[in-house]
């Protein structure tokens, strides 16, 4: 069983105690902590005082992290705070005293207990003292910090100073404990208590605790074998259910744009006019030639030149197909929407003059009243996914909004996302609302069959662990 460190700190004999000088009470330092703001100006002050009263050239206090002390202030001697040397030493002094839970003085008096001073013999010896006192600082029942006393020449501590210095410690240490606990973040007050709460469940007594964590584990462990609802949730994109791509007819370049993506429009509105020029001078031309034709013709008619007449003919014929053509490519030169909806792709207002081939993409059409979802669901959710499963569609911008999905057809190919490996499922919506627009997106969830909730929560773990012993052990 460990010894109570309050009980086992002092190293003062039953001698009879010694006048003492004049010194602030305890109660002074207590005033003196109590009255400061923060945890680092009020353990400075503390400090001074305390080399003021005893006399002493250095003070320096330190609290426990972990296992080992932080210098927490010096007293009026910043410059050797930042001696590393000498704050390694003197907060190995202080691990030491706290380790041993007892104070200790160096150099040691006779009748002191056996004790290790090793840390305090080198801190004696590196310049700053050659006296070294150090006393734990209790709070709690526990060890919390040390308070180290340092004198330039080999003086005595008195039985009497160290028993009003053990004192003050357990008086102060506690108010600077509880001045440094009050200072600290949320995230370290919560796992403060936490291991605080896990040390009582795995310590002696504490019979309250253990009887409601365990209530508390049952509890969770009985609701999560309940079956709950489950789903998928998966990003999902709204797309037309007809998309039409609208290509140039013909060699050209862009004359005249009329619509921009987002634009509504109606069955045979004008999309864009392509330049018809270079059309427009063949179609001269092809009029000259064939007015030219024609009057060969009758002149061959009326000479009676059955030769010539064929060939006149013929090159009638040939040239009024040429203009037939032409006139054919510019009534194409507008290009006019194949049916209502909107235009999802094909900003050309920044290419009018550019050249254009034929065949390419120029804009792309969808319905107003016909969508589909493409929901990318994980390979890992795959499985339970199946075609006429139904879920809910929330749109990001319009969240307060629910439309109705089912499940009409699954991707068996995978592609690579953002870093998941996906499939994509096409749904339907059930029942549609004003305002939808290709391009939007959002998230589905799409309903499952009840599963216990250890098994939602725990289920890809249990997954994942299996993968990982299958790779190791195969």
């Known amino acids: 069983m460990k010894p109570n460190p309050v009980s086992s700190l002092s190293i003062v004999s039953s001698e009879p105690p010694q006048r003492k000088p004049e010194r602030p009470p305890t109660l002074d330092f207590v005033r003196l902590a109590l009255a400061q703001q923060s945890f680092a100006v009020a353990a400075t002050a503390v400090a001074s005082e305390i080399a003021r009263s005893y006399e002493c050239d250095h003070v320096i206090i330190g609290m426990l992290h972990g296992s080992s002390c932080r210098l927490a202030a010096w007293s009026g001697v910043a410059d050797l ?5 000498l704050s390694r030493l003197v907060a190995a002094a202080m691990d030491e005293t706290v380790d041993q839970a007892a104070t200790l003085r160096f150099p040691p008096e006779e009748d002191d207990p056996p004790r290790i001073t090793l840390m305090h013999a080198d801190l004696a010896s590196a310049g700053i003292g050659e006296s070294v006192l150090t006393l734990p600082l209790i709070a709690e029942q526990r060890v919390v910090g040390a308070l180290t006393l340092i004198r330039e020449h080999k003086r005595l501590w008195p039985n009497t100073d160290i028993q009003s210095l053990e004192t003050l ?8 404990f509880l001045k440094q606990r009050s200072q600290d973040s ?28 365990f209530t508390l584990l049952l509890t969770l462990g009985s609701l999560s074998l309940v079956p709950v609802p489950a789903n998928v949730t998966a990003p999902a994109r709204l797309e037309g259910l007809i998309q039409r791509s609208v290509t140039v007819p013909i060699d050209s370049f862009i004359k ?3 619509v921009r993506p987002g634009d509504s429009v109606t069955m045979g509105q004008p999309l864009l006019q392509l330049a018809d020029q270079e059309l427009r001078t063949q179609q001269r031309k092809l009029e000259s030639e064939l007015a030219r034709f024609r009057s060969e013709h009758a002149d061959a008619f009326a000479r009676q030149d059955r030769a010539r007449m064929v060939v006149a003919q013929a090159r009638v014929d040939e040239t009024s197909a040429q203009l037939d053509l032409i006139e054919e490519q510019l009534s194409r030169t507008q290009i006019t929407a194949p049916f209502d909806g909107l235009v999802i792709q094909g900003d050309l207002q920044q290419q009018i003059g550019a050249p254009i081939k034929r065949g390419d993409t120029l804009m792309t059409l969808a319905p107003n009243d016909g969508f589909r979802i493409v ?25 307060y909004e629910k439309l109705n999905v089912k499940i009409e057809r699954i ?3 995978a592609r690579f996302v953002e870093g998941h490996n996906v499939f994509e499922v096409q749904a339907l919506l059930e029942n549609g609302m004003p305002g939808l627009r290709p391009g939007l997106e959002g998230v589905v969830r799409i309903d499952l069959k009840p599963q216990p909730l250890a098994q ?4 890809r773990l249990l997954e994942w662990l299996r993968f990982q012993l299958w790779r190791i052990a195969g």
């Open 456 to 459: 939602q929560l725990g289920g």
């Open 411 to 413: 991707t068996p190919l």
């Open 186 to 213: 949320a995230w370290a007050r919560l796992k403060r208590d936490l291991f605080g709460t896990l040390r009582n469940l795995v310590s002696r007594g504490h019979y309250k605790t253990k009887a409601i964590a």
């Open 81 to 85: 705070r930042s001696e590393l040397r």
């Open 169 to 176: 410690a357990i008086s102060v240490g506690a108010v600077l």
């Open 375 to 399: 929901l990318q669901i994980e390979d890992r959710d795959i499985q339970a996914i199946q075609s006429g499963m139904r879920g809910r569609l929330t749109l990001s911008a319009m969240p």
């Open 256 to 258: 005249e744009v009329f």
